[in-house]
Structure formats: C-alpha cells, structure tokens
C-alpha cells in the first residue's frame, strides 16, 4: 500500500509565499513522475507542475517563473515552492505519483488534497 501525505497549504496574502510537500511512503520500489494539481469548485483539475526522474520540469503557463517544483528521491519527496501568489491561485492542491511496486507494477496515486488561499 503506497500513501501520499500532504503539507503545507493555509491562508497568505497576495504575494507571499507557500511551500507545499509530499511525502510518498509504504510500497515503492520506485517513482517515476511526481507533479502538483490544483482544482477550485466547478473547475476541472489543473496540471500546475511536474517533474520526472531525470528532473525534467513542466509549468502551467500561469505560474511560470512564480512556482518551482523540485523533489528529494531519498526521501521521496515532491515540493512545491510557490512565490508571488495571487488570489487566481486559491485552489486545493493535490500530489500526484506514478509509483512502481516490488511486483515491477505501476499505479498513480493521488495525495488527500491541501487547501490554499491567497486573500488580504
């Protein structure tokens, strides 16, 4: 059984900073993508960033150059340094993983969600 446990999320005010993390535990033999969603009421859920393996980043056109998506393989761990925040980006984050188990099969893995709010 593989779990993903959030953190992080709360309230900031526009242009402050969050720092959200994702920590993968139970069954892994090994991780393959991790990437950060995000989804607000009525709204389909958003790829905001991801990273591979090797470290390859992808960004969402709206938080490039504001959000930095970087992770720890040791510890199995997705972060998500989000600066310069915006009331746009109020959403409940979710960790996404695609994780191989010791039977050399892949399953993704949604984490329970964060919520983040950028309000005065």
């Known amino acids: 059984q593989v779990q993903l446990v959030e953190s992080g999320g709360g309230l900031v005010q526009p242009g402050g900073s969050l720092r959200l993390s994702c920590a993968a535990s139970g069954s892994i033999f090994s991780i393959n993508f991790m990437g950060w969603y995000r989804q607000v009421p009525g709204k389909e859920r958003e790829l905001v960033a991801s990273?591979?393996?090797?470290?390859?980043?992808n960004y969402v056109d709206s938080v490039k150059g504001r959000f930095t998506i970087s992770r720890d393989s040791a510890k199995n761990t997705v972060y998500l340094q989000m600066n310069s925040l915006k009331p746009e980006d109020t959403a409940v984050y979710y960790c996404?993983?695609?994780?191989?188990?010791?039977?050399?099969?892949?399953?993704?893995?949604w984490g329970q969600g964060t919520q983040v709010t950028v309000s005065s």
């Open positions: 996404n993983a695609y994780i191989y188990d010791y039977s050399r099969k892949i399953r993704g893995y």
């Open positions: 990273i591979t393996t090797g470290g390859s980043t």
